[in-house]
């Protein structure tokens, strides 16, 4: 069964690692003509690193050594900087749910998985411009001179501005949140003074638009930094936005001298908008599905893109590689059994108040996408499927 996936992204390189550890025939289309240092992190908390466990013997335990490791997961007031949420995590975390919240840079989790590629499966440099799907196959065509390709089944996991889900459902634009996002990487040696640096730790603002997170990054050695603010109007798309570093202190200097030593060390911020989309009904059609941000873009309040895109690999691997049943079935099975999980987190991460205080964190760390129950039938019964 010849599998397709576009978008080499986190959620499509882990769905392609999952299928080659079993034998299908698998093939990544990626527009970019290269891979760079694109994003700044990804945090991989338990439910996402015990996913990843199970792709590759290798890749759990590299990920440990390169990541960093954060002992709690705080939240405090932005004035006083009280602490209204604490939730252990480190060792805790991995006894509790099997594995730990391990935070990387993105482009080490990248190469982590490419390098579990064998050669020619990571095709970059291809450009989706169109599908066109029979009863039997699914045909791709590609920009330029490239020729059209003809594949068993096709995963959608080219992002939020993507091509397969709007060739399945139509052009849907992502609603703009009203809130801007800014990113920066500070060396810990030039933070002194401020605690916790070898936590998750949230700073809750006087507003839902104005919320700060630092975590450590880089086996600790640095923090990363990410916060919001609203603006009423964004017009660029780029996540590589350069931000005026003393506009973004300003946004902040009333919040607690700990944010203000932070920031201030702050030399060279990004900024980009946050968008969203309600959670879609369906993700797939006939021999087409979707993953990832493609299907169900949410805000980073939770930390669960990246891990929702992971869950979503290991899922659609064991329906691709379980019982044989025709495609469309299989992918009606992933689909349903991740749907309302993933509109679940998409409505919590944007009503952004999840542990702000109180600790109920089991029903989204303790998930084991290797082990929960595919989906039913629910609308092959009701005549729905493709």
């Given amino acids: 069964m010849k599998t397709a996936i576009v978008g080499g992204g986190v959620g499509g390189l882990a769905l392609a690692v999952g299928l080659v550890q079993r034998g299908v025939d698998v093939v990544v289309y990626e527009q970019a003509p290269q891979f760079g240092q694109v994003g700044a992190d990804v945090n991989l908390t338990p439910n996402s690193t015990r996913a990843l466990d199970g792709l590759h013997a290798e890749l759990g335990a590299r990920l440990r050594e390169t990541g960093a490791r954060p002992q709690r997961r705080l939240s405090r007031r932005w004035d006083t900087g009280e602490v209204t ?40 440099g291809h450009r989706v411009e169109r599908i066109e799907q029979s009863a039997d196959a699914v045909r791709v065509h590609f920009g330029g001179d490239r020729p059209a390709v003809d594949v068993d089944v096709l995963v959608g996991a080219d992002g939020i501005h993507s091509v397969v889900r709007d060739t399945l459902f139509g052009p849907q634009d992502a609603e703009y949140t009203g809130i801007v996002a800014y990113r920066a990487v500070v060396p810990n040696d030039r933070l ?47 996540w590589t936005t350069t931000a005026d570093a003393a506009e973004f202190r300003g946004q902040y200097a009333d919040f607690h001298p700990e ?44 930390a669960q893109g990246a891990g929702q895109a992971i869950e979503d690999a290991v899922v659609l691997c064991r329906a691709l590689t379980g019982d044989d049943l025709p495609v469309d079935e299989r992918l009606l099975a992933y689909e349903d059994a991740r749907r309302e999980r993933t509109g679940r987190i998409q409505l919590t991460s944007r009503a ?4 702000k205080s109180g600790d109920q964190a089991d029903w989204l760390y303790g998930y084991d996408a290797w082990t929960v129950p595919l989906g039913g039938s629910t609308r092959r019964e009701n005549g729905v499927a493709g």
């Fill in 85 to 124: 949420s604490d939730l252990p995590m480190g060792d805790t975390a991995e006894e509790q749910y099997g594995a730990p919240q391990l935070t990387v840079h993105r482009a080490t989790l990248l190469d982590a998985l490419r390098e579990l590629l064998p050669e020619g499966v990571l095709q970059l």
């Fill in 192 to 238: 002194a003074g401020v605690g916790n640096l070898d936590s998750f730790t949230k700073w809750w603002g006087p507003d839902t638009g104005r919320q700060l997170v630092t975590f450590p990054l880089n086996r600790g050695e640095d923090l990363f930094v990410f916060a919001t603010v609203g603006q009423p109007e964004w017009v660029a798309e780029s």
């Fill in 259 to 302: 944010v203000g030593t932070i920031l201030g060390a702050c030399d060279q911020v990004m900024k980009s908008a946050l968008r969203v989309r309600d959670p879609m009904p369906r993700w797939s059609e006939g021999r087409v599905t979707l993953l990832g941000d493609a299907c169900h873009p949410m805000t980073p309040f939770m």
């Fill in 352 to 355: 952004n108040d999840w542990l």
